[in-house]
């Protein structure tokens, strides 16, 4: 028997779907089914705005001090529950366990952060003689991705939450899980009823609801860019703000004087990890020339010594893509690839070696790729790198720059100061510079196609607070 999720959680309680059906949420590693969670409909999308705008007039009022120490206790009691959502996520979406543990639930320290920025709030300017003020921006509607599920989740509630808003949140339908002990956690520490409300279903039924609902002020959406402008168009006609945090291409310079072994190690790692899932991955690699063979050869060593197989076995560096569907896709951009006539350094089609069933894709590289290829130009979403030679820094700038996204990118140089130095000629809203590493403390989002937010850092809450002055008499 199957776990089975009946119910929204919806005003602070556990309520009955006025939807019908479940949806079958699949471990891609086994093609097991291991849940079934319910479906709202739009009559529940309703309840819980209703349910929103009601808390909104109490949440919205509160202060800095109240709203940090609900969001600590928030944190605690995350803290708490971290492995079981580790494990979830794994189950769910294949990321290893011993990866799942670290890339994916480690985000939860983020909320000691945002409940120190619930003071940001109370910042207010005197120009003239007026005094600007900062108001929380409403009841949100956010619509998460399967990729980082508890990541993208705590990147939208924590500042909302800090901000004084309150939020209806769908995940997406095929990892759910996570997101329903987070529910339960908001209703053990009593947290008011009606700020955190939590819808399941699909996202193509639910989508349109939400973000054409007349209760919604802001919508924050991380996930293709596809969806993205779509919701972009539907959000326009009552003119709601929308934050669109979507897919990637980056590139990757290593220069001529970067410590090759390191700089490629570290590309290829970069892209493997979560199975090429991650929206900011450097997934083209730029290399010298006169660097190109070498460097293809470590990428291929590196690549084929990584431990791809069971995500429970704590010494899996790579697990299965998150579903069928997406094996589906990244195996179609192999196909791709090899009719464009890049050719294969590693990996492929085929199941990696001694697999024989699962949603898995071998890390594949690709050399002798155009920039101009569909494999150097759209979002793979799989483990693949495409490595691109290049003659002179300025052409490494223009292949860098000649992409329609602009999420992420790495430099390797010989130093930092000169990585930085390109680096600042990349249009891209990060920039990884000589290994450096993630940080939950620095704003994370995209140029170009890749969206128009920024998560994370003290950028975050900006997007959910509205900006009111207040013209005082002399
Ligand atoms: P997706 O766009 O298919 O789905 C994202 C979410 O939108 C899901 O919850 C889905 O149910 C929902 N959805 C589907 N149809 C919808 C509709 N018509 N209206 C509203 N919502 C709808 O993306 P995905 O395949 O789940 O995620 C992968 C993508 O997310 C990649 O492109 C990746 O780069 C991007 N991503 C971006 C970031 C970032 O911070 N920029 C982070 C992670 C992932």
Redesign the pocket.
Known sequence: MIKKYESLFINGEWVTPHGTGFTTVYNPATEDAIADVCNADGEDVNRAFAAAKEAFKTWSTTTSQERHDWIMKLYHALEARKEEMAQAISESMGCPISKSRIIQVNCVVAFKKFAERAKMMDVQTQVNNSVVIREPAGVCAF??????PLY?LIGKVAPALAAGCTMVI????MTPLQGLIFAEVVQEIGLPKGVFNLLTG???VL??L??THPDADVIS????????A??QELAAKTVKRVCL????KSPFIITEDAPLEKAVTFGVEDVMINSGQT?ICLSRMLVPASKYEEAVAIAKRVAEGLKIGDPTDASTYMGPMSSKAQRDTVVKYIQKGLEEGAKLVTGGVELPYGITKGAYVQPTIFRDVDNKMVIAQE?I?GPVIVMIPYDTLEEALAIANDSPYG?SSGVWAGTVDAAVAIARKIRTGGCYINGGDFNYDAP???YKQ??NGR?WGDFGIHEFYEIKSLQLPA
């Open positions: 619509i998460t991705p399967w990729n980082y993208q769908k995940e997406s339908s699909k996202g193509s989508g349109d939400m973000v959406f991380t996930g293709s860019t596809s969806t993205g779509r919701i945090e979507l897919g990637g929206c979002e979403f999420l994370l989002g995209g890749s969206g998560e």
